[in-house]
């Protein structure tokens, strides 16, 4: 850093999301699948703070969430970013990253994303690296299949191995309440358990489509900024796989299927679960119930805007 430095500090806002729709295709013989998702960004938050330093290093890692889980070496997707865009950049100097988190860890809801994709901009700010938003938006499909909808925010379908992602237009604000769980599933797993379940039961269930697509009726749902349209047609082909995996969350989904929610859903491999709300005075009505059981929950809304600078 000079004296003559504009930006000592850049601090960048990321939003968490929810998968409205995922459908997994058929596993392909290098072991991925391709997927259709509709995701739409929601009210938590990841904040990076980016500050010049010859290292590349994460400080300090706070937040309104249990941060335990979370690495502080070359496996945080934070690092990984900003170590990829000065690759890419050829920049000489480090960065110092803070983090804080308002996204559930390991839950299903792209925190780790949001924050590579906070910090891919909040680095090329902060550098003055001045990449294109399209430059931003490669960088972040080599980091993670969800860090270029964390970039984008809003509504957006994503195809292939998250490399196509599409605004999708939407209306109005969803609200819904998250059921939180401190134990996270790890994706691999899930996609695991799903693979089995399909080998298993292929004859009845089939293997998944070849070229998965969002369905038309969750699009329309979304266009209208209809809560009951999009009750009705929420799909996760992973929550099969995790509800398996842990059976203790199909009893929320049902507590909270019953006490008011139009529907509920996993957030991506969970354990996270979301709950679709009718309107603001519904999903505060639900969440009083859920905590009363001694669940922990939070109210949010989306859509909300993709990353920003902040100060
Ligand atoms: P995914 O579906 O991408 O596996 P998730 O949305 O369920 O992730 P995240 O909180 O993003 O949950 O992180 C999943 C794992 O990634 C964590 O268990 C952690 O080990 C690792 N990880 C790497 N970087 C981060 C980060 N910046 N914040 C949180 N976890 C991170």
Known sequence: MTLADPFPSVRVRAPGKINVFLEVGRLQPDGYHDLATAFQAVSLYEDVVATHDDDFTIAQVTGSVPVLGV????????????????EETGYHGGVRIDLYKEVPVSGGMGGGSA????????????????????????????????????????????TGRGDRLNPALARGRVDWVL?????????????GMLDRHREEHGAQIGQGAESPAVDTDVLHALRQGDPQMLAACLR??????????????????ELGESSGALAGIVSGSGPTIAFLASGAEAAAELQQTLDAAGHDTLLVHGPVPGARIVG
């Open 71 to 86: 690495p502080r070496d070359e496996r945080n997707l934070a690092l990984r970013a900003a170590r990829l865009l000065a």
């Open 115 to 158: 924050d590579a994709a906070a910090t891919l901009l909040a680095c090329d700010a902060l550098w003055g690296t001045g990449l294109s938003s399209g430059d931003l938006q490669k960088l972040a499909a080599r980091l993670g299949a969800d860090v270029p909808f964390a970039l984008l925010g809003g509504t957006a379908v994503g």
């Open 179 to 191: 059921v939180t769980n401190p134990v996270g599933v790890s994706t691999p797993e899930a996609y």
């Open 236 to 253: 996760n082909d992973l929550q099969a796989a995790t509800l398996r995996l842990r059976p203790d969350l199909t009893e929320t989904m």
